[in-house]
């Protein structure tokens, strides 16, 4: 079975502090993303990768940074988080091939700013 | 850009019943996917089904099927013999063949389906 596994299913953070979330994925995909979930607002893409190193913005990029030096993980990066931050956070994968595969989550990180 | 409605914020049907799930989409592309996803409480996302766009036929997965009507840009999920463990937030999403945003899942904003006993 595909797995994908993000490093916290809980996080509480203080205003102004640089938070990390990692994201792992043991089934080889090229391709890794990170997504926003908010109720009445349903998945907002922030950032994806189609190869190590390579980095392309989603819809709300805003306020958010990406890392991916190893094919397998696919790290979020809040630079200075903000109250407006406090979310869900799924990250998901998928094989860089054509076709309907479908993508892969993670069981989310519910990240509390305050 | 492609976007995807879910008009219906919530729904319920008793055990048993059947239920359908909404999903609109606007695309001016020919080709593309369509997928339901499914959100339970443990908040793990997992594919109930999937269609291709080029596909006539409906897709099927047990008791999941969905309304695929390409001109009218719909696709909605009907869910026979409804049970307890189908209570979720289900989202509909649409993904591109070709081109950048072939990557990318669009996400409608979910319906939250509750199965009463």
């Known amino acids: 079975d595909v797995k994908v596994t993000q490093s916290s299913r809980y996080l509480v953070k203080r205003t102004g502090e640089k938070v990390f979330l990692e994201c792992v994925q043991d089934?080889?995909?090229?391709?890794m993303f990170w997504y926003r979930q908010d109720p009445g607002l349903g998945l907002r893409l922030i950032y994806f990768s189609y190869d190590v190193k390579m980095k392309e913005k989603g819809d709300i990029p805003e306020g958010y940074s990406v890392s991916r030096e190893k094919k397998e993980r696919f790290s979020l990066i809040l630079e200075s988080a903000s109250t407006n931050q406090t979310s869900m956070y799924l990250c998901?994968?998928?094989?860089?091939?054509?076709?309907?595969?479908?993508?892969?989550f993670g069981q989310g990180t519910r990240l509390t700013v305050v | 850009a492609q976007t995807v409605t879910q008009s219906q914020p919530e729904m319920s049907v008793q055990e048993a019943e059947t239920v359908t799930l909404s999903c609109t989409y606007d695309t001016s592309e020919s080709d593309y996917y369509l997928f339901w996803y499914k959100q339970p409480p443990s908040r793990q996302m997992i594919l109930v089904i999937r269609?291709?766009?080029?596909?006539?036929q409906n897709a099927t997965e047990n008791r999941f099927s969905v309304n695929f009507q390409k001109a009218a840009k719909s696709f909605s999920l009907k869910i026979s013999d409804s049970q307890l463990g189908d209570a979720a937030m289900y989202f509909c999403?649409?993904?591109?063949?070709?081109?950048?945003?072939?990557?990318?899942?669009?996400f409608g904003k979910g319906t939250l389906l509750t199965v009463n006993p």
């Open positions: 269609q291709e766009a080029y596909k006539q």
């Open positions: 089934m080889d995909h090229e391709n």
């Open positions: 999403a649409y993904r591109s063949v070709w081109g950048g945003s072939n990557y990318k899942l669009t």
């Open positions: 998901a994968s998928r094989p860089g091939s054509q076709g309907s595969t479908e993508a892969f």
